[in-house]
């Protein structure tokens, strides 16, 4: 017989602590089964759920709880044989309840109508996709919007994401994603928003507000998906699907704080993931499914698990046929089951054989009719399939004109050594070199399903109004060649050197070169690791063969996470990271490149010295070793630096904002902060102000910093702000290694400034 989960009864839920003992502690606890018996949540239903749940057959509960992908075109004849006649029979039967990958109204309308029109109890389709960054319209990649620091304009980008893939018949998308990303090498960090919990809650739950709007119900909202629950961006080695492994401190204050914040904001389903956790593949895991999120956090929305990931749980080791990983999936949680065919296959035997309780079937159908429900799917199977609104909302302009508002505050300005930035429009022999300059399909980056290939606006035709036939274009080495696409790995190009000689020729004969480098929009996301993260293929060879001939450079990054850039940072004098910034990237970079818009984007990760470095991230714990000592004896490396290329929060402008000292106020729970920034250049801006904690001392080690609020603001040259944070409760606690949340009195550093590493200083102690 299988163990239960150890830590089955550690998780206490959030609260927090009012006494003003020192060191005292408050904590709750809540009843979970103490036996092996497992019990479904308690969630509000309704009558009507409840008849149509009574009326049910097993194998119509399976339906339900069953998941296809686009397999036929629905408007085509009706499949006579095989595989596909057998799913379609299976649709028309009311036996699957959800299909993902159908994406226009005339497929959405023809699978709906075969459910609803030919079922027995006409049970709606909830359609889902993956509307990641935009739609057709291609936003930047979360990472890229994160950079952002800007709330209400990630909001939006979700909001028009979702009117997009509304109009075209989708109702659920498998975003955000909330996996704390601190490894540059897995891919999967351009979907998240970075290296910091504080940051990726707030930046999650905008995203859940922007995609859920105020009403489910209305044709423009989309449900939400958070994902990929948990623990998946600790994938060793920064391998994806790979194993992970971490404690229960980084569980509870790092990996869970995004999707607990992603609950309180509504979110209607969660995701689970591939990898592990304790041992235990997290599809399966009862912990973190059953008694956590449904409940200590009382989540009422339902689970789908990830791409196969039921049956990949036999891969794992721990399930021992599709049949067992049926019966684990179920018990543990997982409410829908997608493209493993397990449920399908092996659930009313194991319901029929005692494996599988009636009751948690019902409690995962209750959970997935209701949210077909709150989208108003069982008053109108077809609310979402109007034409009409399709049409308005293909090439939308205003939804055009926010990515390009979202694009350019994504841009984080690295380095503008003697202020080679922002260029003249005036100035004359401009080289442009890269192959990414002309790239109209790489800027849309990757898990961008909605758009079409080809659609972003190129940096080459974003320059081209401003500098006319000042301009020359020389694509430099190539790149990449193939096929560019989803599912294909790109051929990086590493011996073919033709094409250099001409870029250097050119720029030896310009007044400034502009070249376009990093990595194509298919080198990152899922299955997209890298071992190493500097420039790919022979694009740095170029750059320093430029550099021999012409210093006056400014390097315009396209990449999908951060980058090893030591030498570039130490020979090229003006770096600006532009990500991939969607269907707008052309335009947005070169607004700022010529000043039409200053820089205000902030790293949501850390930009290590050097690939060893990795995972690099500033909310490290202290060792017993860290500061340095005249003997070899202390925590650090024998060839770099412990530092970070650039930190997490960093980012320049072309203007500059001076910090005062820091006015720390003590409050009944904590304290108040208030810090006066000036902006102290000649040019109007955006700065990101940022608050930083330490606790001293703690009962569990704490980081060395912690981001507990930031505020971004607009200041006129020469003008002033004061901000004000306060830190209480909630800023100040944090969870110990049984899940309690508590609040210690004791010592608090307080940091302010613009990124983590230049601050302003002050304390105080919590009585």
């Known amino acids: 017989m299988r163990m239960k989960l150890g830590l089955l009864t550690l998780f206490c839920g959030v609260i927090f602590c009012l006494t003003n003992c020192n060191k005292q502690v408050t904590t709750a606890t809540a009843a979970l089964p103490s036996s092996t018996e497992i ?202 699907y790979n194993t992970t492994d971490f404690g229960t401190s980084t569980l509870y204050n790092v990996v869970l704080p995004p999707f607990k914040a992603a609950v309180d904001a509504g979110v209607q389903t969660f995701m689970n993931g591939f990898n592990d956790y304790n041992g235990i593949p997290v599809t399966g895991n009862e912990f973190l499914q059953r008694d956590l999120l449904k409940g200590q956090w009382e989540f009422d929305g339902f689970i789908v698990s990830d791409w196969g990931s039921i049956g990949e749980m036999v891969a794992h080791g721990y399930a021992e046929d599709n049949k067992h990983a049926a019966e684990l999936a179920i018990n543990a949680g997982s409410d829908m089951d997608m493209e493993s065919y397990a449920y399908q296959a092996h659930l009313p035997k ?127 080495v190539e790149l990449y060649s193939g096929v560019e696409g989803f599912v294909n790995e790109l051929a990086i190009n590493t011996d073919d050197r033709a094409g250099i000689d001409q870029a250097v020729a050119l720029a030896k004969k310009s007044d400034i070169v502009i070249v376009v480098a990093g990595e194509h929009g298919y080198q990152s996301g899922e299955g997209r690791s890298r071992s190493d993260i500097t420039l790919p293929g022979l694009q740095k060879e ?12 400014v390097l315009v990054l396209n990449n999908g996470r951060p980058l090893e850039l030591s030498w570039e940072d130490e020979n090229i004098p003006a770096i600006v990271e532009a990500w991939q910034l969607g269907a707008m990237a052309g335009n947005a970079i070169a607004d700022v490149l010529f000043g039409d818009y200053n820089p205000s984007g902030k790293l949501p990760m850390t930009f290590p010295r050097s690939v060893g470095q990795v995972p690099a991230y500033y909310g490290v714990k ?64 955006h700065e990101v102000v940022q608050l930083y904690i330490r606790d001293k001392a ?48 004791g010592a608090f550093d307080v940091m302010v400034g613009g990124n983590c590493v230049d601050t302003k200083n002050d304390k105080f102690t919590r009585d």
């Open 542 to 553: 170029m750059l320093m063969k430029i550099k021999a001939v012409n210093p006056n450079i």
């Open 350 to 476: 194991l319901v029929e054989d005692g494996k599988a309780k009636m009751e948690l079937l019902d409690d995962a159908v209750r959970r997935i009719l209701l949210v077909k429900q709150k989208l108003g799917l069982f008053d109108d199977p077809y609310l979402y399939c109007n034409e009409e609104r399709e049409a308005e909302m293909a090439n939308n302009q205003q939804i055009k004109d926010d990515a390009l508002d979202i694009a350019r505050k994504s841009i984080v300005l690295l380095k503008n050594e003697g202020n080679v930035l922002p260029l003249s429009k005036s100035i004359k022999k401009v080289a442009v070199i890269g192959q990414l300059a002309e790239s109209k399909n790489s800027p849309l980056g990757s898990w961008r399903l909605g758009a079409e290939d080809d659609t972003a606006i190129s940096v080459l035709e974003g320059l081209e109004p401003i500098l006319g036939s000042n301009m020359t274009y020389q694509r430099g």
């Open 698 to 745: 703690a009962s569990i080690t704490r980081p060395v910093k912690e981001l507990k609020g930031f505020e971004k603001i607009f200041l006129k040259a020469g003008a002033s702000q004061t901000v004000t944070f306060n830190l209480g409760d909630e800023e100040l606690g944090f969870f110990n290694n049984d899940g309690e949340y508590i609040v210690e009195d």
């Open 39 to 240: 019990q479904p949540g308690t969630i509000e239903s309704n009558d009507f759920i409840e008849s149509l749940i009574a009326k049910m057959t097993v194998e119509e509960k399976v339906g339900q709880m069953t998941q296809y992908t686009g397999f036929f075109d629905p408007t085509g004849p009706v499949p006579k044989d095989g595989n596909i006649k057998e799913k379609y029979d299976a649709v028309k039967s009311g036996r699957v309840g959800s299909m993902l990958n159908v994406k226009t109204v005339k497929d959405v309308r023809a699978l709906q109508k075969l459910a609803v029109e030919n079922s027995r109890l006409g049970i709606p389709l909830i359609f889902g996709f993956d509307v990641i960054h935009g739609h057709k319209i291609s936003a930047p990649i979360p990472l890229a919007e994160s950079a952002s620091w800007d709330l209400e304009a990630i909001e939006k980008s979700a909001a028009n994401a979702a009117k997009e893939a509304a109009a075209v018949g989708i109702n659920w998308t498998f975003a955000p994603m909330l996996d704390i990303g601190r490894d540059a090498r897995w891919g999967r960090v351009m979907e998240g928003a970075g290296e910091d919990p504080y940051l990726g809650s707030k930046i999650g739950a905008a995203r859940v507000k922007g995609f859920q709007g105020d009403d489910l119900s209305s044709p423009s909202t989309i449900a939400a998906c958070a994902k990929h629950f948990a623990g998946y961006g600790y994938t060793e080695d920064g391998r994806d």
């Open 622 to 685: 202290s060792t017993g070793r860290g500061d340095a000592i005249d003997l070899v004896f202390w925590s650090h490396y024998s060839d770099i630096s412990n530092t970070p290329l650039y930190p997490f929060g960093y980012g320049l402008s072309y203007t500059t904002f001076d910090y005062s000292a820091p006015q720390v106020t003590p409050t009944a729970s904590g304290a108040s902060v208030s810090v006066t920034v000036v902006n102290s250049g000649k040019v109007d801006g």
